[in-house]
């Protein structure tokens, strides 16, 4: 059982490059989430989805897209990488079953923009 | 003020030390509370939830909520090397979670 998987783990990015993070869960989880986690400043909802096909805007959006065209999967695009997206970067998915739920993390995705 | 404040240490103790990490929240509404532990370069895991206010206790682990002075607390009895790790608090706040910075936590043998 994999649970929750992060591609890549690894990546370096020059300024005003494009690319995507994909995060696949195999739970049949109804939510996901992506956060980003930088020194003291834990993690940040950067957007998240209650279902296939939906969205919607976490704490950090901006400079940030990302889509859910699958259940499992839920996509983050950056179209114009910032140093100040240097960050590491976890996709969480979550039962919808029950008032609260675990969320269960990926390995994380360590971005370095130069 | 932040939703969640929690000290980010460092914090270290040695071998079989009582640990006690702490937050503070603002919002009184809150109701599900959550301590999440996450090892270097690993992604963060669930170790204990409680509901409202009271103790949950886990093995050597024990949650404690206080709502009434909006703080929350995991203490760690007979510290093991093999429980440094950063510890996280998290609140439930409806379809998200909102998370503390985490504090950095070192068991020396």
């Known amino acids: 059982n994999a649970g929750v998987t992060q591609t890549p783990k690894f990546r370096v990015l020059k300024t005003g490059q494009s690319m995507t993070l994909l995060c696949a869960q195999d739970?049949?989880?109804?939510?996901m989430y992506w956060y980003r986690q930088d020194p003291g400043m834990g993690l940040r909802l950067i957007h998240y989805?209650?279902?296939?096909?939906?969205?919607a805007k976490g704490e950090v959006p901006d400079g940030y897209n990302v889509s859910r065209l699958k259940k499992q999967n839920f996509l983050l695009g950056l179209e114009s990488a910032a140093p100040s997206q240097t960050s590491v970067y976890f996709c969480?998915?979550?039962?919808?079953?029950?008032?609260?739920?675990?969320?269960?993390f990926g390995q994380g995705t360590r971005l370095t923009v130069v | 003020q932040k939703e969640v404040e929690q000290d980010p240490g460092p914090l270290s103790v040695p071998e079989g030390a009582i640990v006690s990490l702490n937050c503070t929240y603002s919002?009184?509404?809150?109701?599900?509370f959550m301590w999440y532990r996450q090892y270097s370069r690993k992604g963060p895991e669930l170790l204990m939830y409680t509901y409202s206010s009271g103790n949950k206790e886990d093995g050597r682990f024990t949650a404690q909520v206080d709502k009434s002075s909006k703080y929350i607390s995991l203490f760690i009895r007979d510290s093991q090397p093999s429980d440094s790790a950063t510890y996280l608090c998290a609140i439930w706040r409806g379809q998200n979670f909102v998370f503390g910075p985490g504090t950095r936590l070192s068991v020396l043998p």
């Open positions: 969480a998915s979550r039962d919808s079953q029950g008032v609260v739920t675990e969320a269960f």
């Open positions: 919002n009184s509404a809150f109701q599900y």
């Open positions: 739970m049949n989880h109804e939510y």
């Open positions: 989805s209650v279902g296939e096909g939906t969205t």
